[in-house]
Antibody
Framework: EVQLVESGGGLVQPGGSLRLSCAAS????????MSWVRQAPGKGLEWVAN????????NYVDSVKGRFTISRDNAKNSLSLQMNSLRAEDTAVYYC???????????WGQGTLVTVSS | DIQMTQSPSSLSASVGDRVTITCRTS??????LGWYQQKPGKAPKRLIF???SLQSGVPSRFSGSGSGTEFTLTISSLQPEDSATYYC?????????FGQGTKLEIK
Protein backbone atom coordinates (compact mmCIF):
# COMPACT_ATOMS: atom_id res chain seq x y z
CA GLU A 1 0.00 0.00 0.00
CA VAL A 2 1.37 3.40 -1.00
CA GLN A 3 1.82 5.65 2.03
CA LEU A 4 3.08 9.22 2.22
CA VAL A 5 3.41 10.84 5.64
CA GLU A 6 4.34 14.50 5.95
CA SER A 7 5.84 16.11 9.03
CA GLY A 8 7.59 19.27 10.08
CA GLY A 9 4.79 21.80 9.87
CA GLY A 10 4.16 24.39 12.56
CA LEU A 11 4.07 28.05 13.45
CA VAL A 12 6.92 30.23 12.21
CA GLN A 13 7.49 33.96 12.13
CA PRO A 14 7.68 35.90 8.85
CA GLY A 15 11.20 35.66 7.49
CA GLY A 16 11.81 32.39 9.28
CA SER A 17 12.60 28.91 7.97
CA LEU A 18 11.03 25.48 8.19
CA ARG A 19 11.85 22.08 6.74
CA LEU A 20 9.09 19.70 5.76
CA SER A 21 9.63 15.98 5.33
CA CYS A 22 7.64 13.25 3.63
CA ALA A 23 8.25 9.59 4.44
CA ALA A 24 7.32 7.29 1.59
CA SER A 25 6.57 3.57 1.65
CA UNK A 26 4.80 0.90 -0.33
CA UNK A 27 6.40 1.68 -3.70
CA UNK A 28 9.83 1.98 -5.33
CA UNK A 29 10.55 5.54 -4.27
CA UNK A 30 13.61 6.05 -6.50
CA UNK A 31 11.53 5.35 -9.63
CA UNK A 32 9.08 8.23 -9.22
CA UNK A 33 9.01 11.99 -9.55
CA MET A 34 7.66 13.59 -6.39
CA SER A 35 5.77 16.83 -5.82
CA TRP A 36 4.78 19.29 -3.15
CA VAL A 37 1.35 20.89 -3.47
CA ARG A 38 -0.11 23.39 -1.02
CA GLN A 39 -3.54 24.67 -0.06
CA ALA A 40 -4.06 27.94 1.80
CA PRO A 41 -6.90 27.91 4.34
CA GLY A 42 -10.23 27.88 2.52
CA LYS A 43 -8.54 28.16 -0.88
CA GLY A 44 -7.74 25.94 -3.83
CA LEU A 45 -4.76 23.77 -4.63
CA GLU A 46 -1.43 25.19 -5.79
CA TRP A 47 1.42 23.11 -7.21
CA VAL A 48 4.71 24.14 -5.55
CA ALA A 49 7.58 21.96 -6.81
CA ASN A 50 8.64 18.72 -8.52
CA UNK A 51 11.79 16.63 -8.34
CA UNK A 52 13.03 13.94 -10.72
CA UNK A 53 13.68 10.39 -9.41
CA UNK A 54 17.45 10.91 -9.28
CA UNK A 55 17.15 14.49 -7.98
CA UNK A 56 18.84 15.95 -11.07
CA UNK A 57 15.90 18.10 -12.14
CA UNK A 58 13.77 20.35 -9.97
CA ASN A 59 10.95 22.70 -10.93
CA TYR A 60 9.22 25.39 -8.88
CA VAL A 61 6.29 27.77 -9.06
CA ASP A 62 7.59 31.34 -9.46
CA SER A 63 6.31 32.50 -6.07
CA VAL A 64 8.72 30.18 -4.20
CA LYS A 65 11.76 30.25 -6.50
CA GLY A 66 14.89 31.24 -4.61
CA ARG A 67 13.21 30.64 -1.24
CA PHE A 68 12.17 26.96 -1.29
CA THR A 69 14.31 23.94 -2.13
CA ILE A 70 12.95 20.50 -2.87
CA SER A 71 15.24 17.54 -2.26
CA ARG A 72 15.11 13.80 -1.76
CA ASP A 73 17.06 11.01 -0.10
CA ASN A 74 16.40 7.83 -2.04
CA ALA A 75 18.30 5.73 0.50
CA LYS A 76 15.81 6.81 3.16
CA ASN A 77 12.70 7.00 0.92
CA SER A 78 12.31 10.59 1.99
CA LEU A 79 11.26 13.84 0.32
CA SER A 80 11.97 17.28 1.81
CA LEU A 81 11.02 20.89 1.29
CA GLN A 82 13.33 23.50 2.81
CA MET A 83 11.39 26.76 3.13
CA ASN A 84 13.28 29.98 3.81
CA SER A 85 12.24 33.64 3.99
CA LEU A 86 8.71 32.57 4.77
CA ARG A 87 5.84 34.98 4.20
CA ALA A 88 2.28 35.13 5.47
CA GLU A 89 1.07 34.01 2.05
CA ASP A 90 2.99 30.75 2.44
CA THR A 91 0.53 29.72 5.16
CA ALA A 92 -1.05 26.51 3.92
CA VAL A 93 -1.41 22.79 4.27
CA TYR A 94 1.49 21.24 2.37
CA TYR A 95 0.95 17.88 0.69
CA CYS A 96 3.56 15.60 -0.80
CA UNK A 97 2.47 13.52 -3.75
CA UNK A 98 3.82 10.73 -5.91
CA UNK A 99 3.91 11.65 -9.58
CA UNK A 100 3.38 9.32 -12.51
CA UNK A 101 5.66 9.51 -15.55
CA UNK A 102 3.04 11.63 -17.30
CA UNK A 103 3.31 14.24 -14.56
CA UNK A 104 0.04 13.35 -12.86
CA UNK A 105 0.25 13.29 -9.04
CA UNK A 106 -1.61 10.13 -8.05
CA UNK A 107 -1.09 9.35 -4.35
CA TRP A 108 -1.11 12.16 -1.76
CA GLY A 109 -0.15 12.35 1.89
CA GLN A 110 -2.47 13.71 4.56
CA GLY A 111 -0.70 17.07 4.64
CA THR A 112 1.09 19.19 7.23
CA LEU A 113 0.04 22.72 8.22
CA VAL A 114 2.47 25.59 7.99
CA THR A 115 1.42 28.87 9.62
CA VAL A 116 3.50 31.98 9.06
CA SER A 117 2.54 34.62 11.57
CA SER A 118 4.04 36.92 14.15
CA ASP B 1 1.55 30.07 -17.32
CA ILE B 2 -1.45 28.07 -18.49
CA GLN B 3 -4.66 29.52 -17.05
CA MET B 4 -7.36 27.11 -15.94
CA THR B 5 -10.98 28.20 -15.94
CA GLN B 6 -13.17 25.74 -14.10
CA SER B 7 -16.96 26.07 -14.01
CA PRO B 8 -19.24 26.24 -12.25
CA SER B 9 -17.59 27.29 -8.99
CA SER B 10 -20.43 25.62 -7.10
CA LEU B 11 -23.52 23.61 -7.83
CA SER B 12 -26.30 21.86 -6.05
CA ALA B 13 -27.86 18.70 -7.45
CA SER B 14 -30.04 15.82 -6.37
CA VAL B 15 -29.21 12.17 -5.93
CA GLY B 16 -29.46 10.47 -9.30
CA ASP B 17 -28.77 13.64 -11.31
CA ARG B 18 -26.19 13.83 -14.04
CA VAL B 19 -23.57 16.45 -13.23
CA THR B 20 -20.96 18.00 -15.50
CA ILE B 21 -17.99 20.15 -14.51
CA THR B 22 -15.95 21.94 -17.17
CA CYS B 23 -12.32 22.96 -17.26
CA ARG B 24 -11.00 25.26 -19.99
CA THR B 25 -7.30 25.84 -20.53
CA SER B 26 -5.64 28.89 -22.04
CA UNK B 27 -3.71 26.73 -24.50
CA UNK B 28 -3.69 23.16 -25.71
CA UNK B 29 -2.37 20.61 -23.23
CA UNK B 30 -2.55 17.34 -25.22
CA UNK B 31 -4.12 14.87 -22.80
CA UNK B 32 -2.17 16.03 -19.74
CA LEU B 33 -5.22 16.72 -17.62
CA GLY B 34 -6.51 15.03 -14.50
CA TRP B 35 -9.30 15.37 -11.95
CA TYR B 36 -9.36 15.15 -8.16
CA GLN B 37 -12.01 14.97 -5.47
CA GLN B 38 -11.43 16.59 -2.10
CA LYS B 39 -13.60 16.30 0.98
CA PRO B 40 -13.28 18.74 3.91
CA GLY B 41 -10.16 18.18 5.99
CA LYS B 42 -8.88 15.46 3.66
CA ALA B 43 -6.20 15.20 1.00
CA PRO B 44 -7.24 15.29 -2.63
CA LYS B 45 -8.14 11.90 -4.03
CA ARG B 46 -7.24 10.89 -7.57
CA LEU B 47 -10.18 10.31 -9.91
CA ILE B 48 -9.16 10.55 -13.56
CA PHE B 49 -5.87 10.92 -15.41
CA UNK B 50 -5.02 11.46 -19.08
CA UNK B 51 -8.41 13.16 -19.61
CA UNK B 52 -10.51 10.02 -19.51
CA SER B 53 -8.71 7.17 -17.71
CA LEU B 54 -10.42 6.16 -14.50
CA GLN B 55 -8.15 5.51 -11.54
CA SER B 56 -8.38 2.07 -9.98
CA GLY B 57 -11.17 1.86 -7.41
CA VAL B 58 -13.07 4.93 -8.66
CA PRO B 59 -16.76 4.22 -9.33
CA SER B 60 -17.70 3.96 -12.99
CA ARG B 61 -20.28 6.76 -12.63
CA PHE B 62 -17.29 9.13 -12.93
CA SER B 63 -16.00 9.83 -16.41
CA GLY B 64 -13.82 12.36 -18.16
CA SER B 65 -13.73 13.63 -21.70
CA GLY B 66 -12.50 16.47 -23.84
CA SER B 67 -9.67 17.60 -26.04
CA GLY B 68 -7.74 20.67 -27.01
CA THR B 69 -8.65 23.30 -24.45
CA GLU B 70 -12.00 22.07 -23.10
CA PHE B 71 -12.40 19.14 -20.73
CA THR B 72 -15.25 17.78 -18.65
CA LEU B 73 -15.81 15.62 -15.61
CA THR B 74 -19.19 13.90 -15.56
CA ILE B 75 -20.92 12.08 -12.74
CA SER B 76 -23.63 10.04 -14.40
CA SER B 77 -25.83 9.38 -11.36
CA LEU B 78 -25.00 11.49 -8.34
CA GLN B 79 -24.64 9.73 -4.99
CA PRO B 80 -24.63 11.29 -1.50
CA GLU B 81 -20.96 10.45 -1.02
CA ASP B 82 -20.06 12.55 -4.08
CA SER B 83 -20.50 15.76 -2.08
CA ALA B 84 -17.04 17.31 -2.31
CA THR B 85 -14.92 19.87 -4.12
CA TYR B 86 -13.54 18.83 -7.49
CA TYR B 87 -10.35 20.16 -9.12
CA CYS B 88 -8.82 19.80 -12.55
CA UNK B 89 -5.05 19.90 -13.06
CA UNK B 90 -2.92 20.45 -16.14
CA UNK B 91 0.50 18.79 -16.01
CA UNK B 92 1.49 19.59 -19.58
CA UNK B 93 3.95 22.33 -18.69
CA UNK B 94 5.44 24.04 -15.65
CA UNK B 95 4.12 25.49 -13.51
CA UNK B 96 1.41 22.88 -13.21
CA UNK B 97 -1.88 24.66 -12.57
CA PHE B 98 -5.16 23.68 -10.98
CA GLY B 99 -8.65 24.89 -11.70
CA GLN B 100 -10.27 27.00 -9.00
CA GLY B 101 -12.44 24.13 -7.83
CA THR B 102 -16.13 23.22 -8.01
CA LYS B 103 -17.99 22.70 -4.76
CA LEU B 104 -20.69 20.09 -5.29
CA GLU B 105 -23.55 19.96 -2.82
CA ILE B 106 -26.25 17.32 -2.65
CA LYS B 107 -29.77 18.74 -2.30
Amino acid sequence: EVQLVESGGGLVQPGGSLRLSCAASGFTFNSYWMSWVRQAPGKGLEWVANIKPDGSEKNYVDSVKGRFTISRDNAKNSLSLQMNSLRAEDTAVYYCARVLNSGYPDYWGQGTLVTVSS
Amino acid sequence: DIQMTQSPSSLSASVGDRVTITCRTSQGIRNDLGWYQQKPGKAPKRLIFAVSSLQSGVPSRFSGSGSGTEFTLTISSLQPEDSATYYCLQHYTYPYTFGQGTKLEIK
